[in-house]
């Protein structure tokens, strides 16, 4: 009864003081504990002042629970450069986050021609993706499964399980969402060309580069035995790389290291065998890189010995020869080989394909976002890393359309304006400035006007759209994770530019990406960097500066050990060659 009195009283003095915020009570009933908090708040209303908490409780097993609001479902595809950049940069907890993806970690993909001849290993630039959420302060789940149809108008995706799990109707599930990140990276464009998908080997993921690593050794392996000829030997040593970017242009500096560094001492027998042919459809190789590096690239290969072919088109590829045509000529020939890695390029998915004519944009290469990387007719959607593209929109005819708006809108604000330009017969009000301005005036505003949309057209003329880079992707995921953890208050304020149409401003402002530069490993410790500012180093001193970003580009302080430990390893004990 004492307790009774005691808990009344103390209601009573949180009804006559609400400006008792908080109180902590501890006592004990039959034999047990009970612990309360209390957080009082007083509104006022029109009829008068009414008190009221919000209160959680313990008393072995009865609980009060305050009311949270409900959080925001926000879905995100893939674990690549886009989706690991916004994961970790993500620190707004009034979201509930769900990721899905095929693959549970993340891949340094840079790194991977290292993988390809045993200069790094796979483990070392692969990073869980759950060793990442379980330091986040954000309410994360990850499933492993790959999306297979969006449904927007429902707000939907429809995925599959890409582990087996014994269990009918539980590999295939739907997940809801508020907001949708598309980051589900690229595939090879194999182009139409027969035989590609057959034969040829790709360096996309993990498994690729040690699928590579394997083969190259059973070939030197398979070189080595003693019952074969030397004609059949050069057929299986020789190494053919499609494509001359920079994924194909390392490997092929890599797989010439390896011979002159290691098989030199591991196979003597079969060392001047060996063949490394290095096709590329245009002129150059390396044509997204400065002039010089490419200059020098070529000339580095001549002297190593990597037969760079330019020009060439693959036309097909079977089991025994791989079919070119020159682009000069026409000339067709086929050369036997040994392996054929195929770096030309990429392409969508399948689902960004079918998404895409869905939402009407069946004919374009990648997802076409705006400026804030949101899917174009959708405000929930987001697509950014190699599935998506900015559309970038022409500058000259937004720009003359407002200047006619800007006409028309003095017109229709002002009558007198209209009706002295009909009285007149006047087109509009640029007429109506040439004829007070007289004939020489008129010719000189004529030519004005002429050079302004010439201006303009040139600047439409110098429009790219971003690379398919890391570089981009990482900018990307960092931008639009920061627009998150600001979408409220920039709700409130926003910090964006003015709106072309309606009123007010954009919340945030658009994403820019800012080059920091690339690089080109050409082998034999010398790498090619282009840095900004016009800056190009080629070299030893360039190759420490690759080692240095490319360790602290890591995702963590683990891979970051792993990987050094690794370029140490090499230069002590030379490279992995048990080919696993």
């Not at 008190?51 to 595809?77: I, Q, R």
């Not at 290291?257 to 190789?285: G, M, R, S």
């Not at 969508?348 to 976002?369: C, D, H, S, V, Y």
Request: with cysteine; proline share 4%; glycine share 8%.
């Amino acid at each position: 009864m004492r307790n009774f009195n005691f808990f009344r009283r103390l209601s009573t003095a949180f009804n006559d003081y609400p400006s008792l915020s908080k109180i902590i009570v501890v006592s004990t009933i039959s034999g047990g504990s009970l612990v309360a908090y209390a957080e009082a708040k007083t509104y006022s209303g029109s009829h008068g002042h009414i008190a009221h908490a919000d209160a959680t409780a313990s008393d072995g097993g009865h609980a009060l629970s305050e009311v949270v609001p409900k959080k925001k479902k926000l879905v995100l595809l893939g674990t690549g450069w886009a989706g690991m950049s916004f994961l970790k940069n993500l620190n707004n907890p009034t979201y509930e986050v769900e990721i899905v993806s095929p693959r549970n970690f993340f891949v340094f993909t840079p790194l991977l021609p290292s993988v390809t001849c045993g200069k790094v290993e796979a483990r070392s630039i692969a990073e869980p993706i759950r060793n990442i959420i379980i330091k986040k302060n954000v309410d994360i789940s990850f499933s492993e499964a790959e999306c297979v149809k969006i449904d927007p108008q429902n707000k939907k995706i429809y995925c599959r399980a890409t582990i087996d799990s014994h269990s009918k109707g539980e590999e295939e599930f739907a997940v809801d969402y508020d907001y949708l990140i598309i980051a589900v990276g690229a595939q090879v464009n194999t182009f139409n060309t027969p035989g590609v998908m057959e034969n040829c080997h790709f360096l996309k993921e993990i498994d690729d580069a040690q699928k590579i690593r394997k083969n190259v050794i059973e070939s030197f392996e398979k070189a080595s035995l003693p019952s074969l000829s030397d004609e059949e030997r050069k057929k299986i040593l020789h190494f053919v790389i499609v494509g001359g970017g920079p994924t194909g242009v390392e490997f092929a500096a890599e797989l010439h290291d390896f011979v002159n560094e290691d098989v030199v001492k591991l196979y003597p027998k079969v060392k001047d065998l060996v063949k490394i042919t290095l096709l590329e459809a245009t002129d150059h190789i390396l044509n997204m890189f400065d002039k010089r590096i490419t200059n020098f690239a070529e000339n580095k290969f001549g002297r190593d010995g990597i037969d760079v072919k330019l020009g060439s088109m693959v036309t097909g590829i079977n089991e025994n020869e791989i079919s070119t045509k020159a682009r000069g000529n026409g000339k067709t020939s086929s050369t036997p080989y040994g392996m054929v890695l195929w770096s030309t390029g990429i392409g969508p998915r399948p689902l960004i394909k079918e998404f895409m004519k869905q939402i009407g944009q069946g004919n374009r290469r990648a997802l076409a976002t705006d400026e804030w990387l949101r899917v174009e007719g959708f405000d929930n959607i987001y697509a950014l890393g190699d599935c998506a593209t900015i559309n970038q929109r022409k500058v000259m005819v937004p720009i003359l359309k407002e200047f006619q708006e800007t006409l028309d809108d003095i017109c229709e604000r002002y009558p007198q304006v209209e009706l002295y330009l009909k009285n007149k017969q006047k087109r509009n009000i640029v007429d109506l400035v040439k004829e007070a301005k007289g004939d020489a005036a008129k010719q000189s505003m004529e030519l004005n006007i002429e050079e302004f949309k010439a201006a303009l057209s040139e600047v439409d003329s110098q429009m790219k759209n971003l690379p398919a880079t890391a570089q981009v992707a990482n900018q990307q995921g960092a931008y639009l994770a920061k627009c998150f953890n600001r979408m409220e208050e920039c709700e409130k304020n926003p910090e964006g530019p003015p709106r072309f149409r309606g009123t007010g401003h954009h919340r945030f402002h658009p994403f820019r990406y800012r080059h920091l530069g690339q690089f080109a490993p050409l082998g034999g410790e010398q790498t090619a960097a282009e840095l900004p500012g016009d800056w190009v180093s080629i070299g030893h001193s360039s190759q420490w500066l690759w080692y240095s970003v490319y360790a602290s580009k890591q995702v963590s302080w683990r891979t970051r050990a792993l990987v050094v430990s690794d370029w140490l390893r090499r230069f002590i004990f030379g490279r992995d060659t048990s080919g696993i």
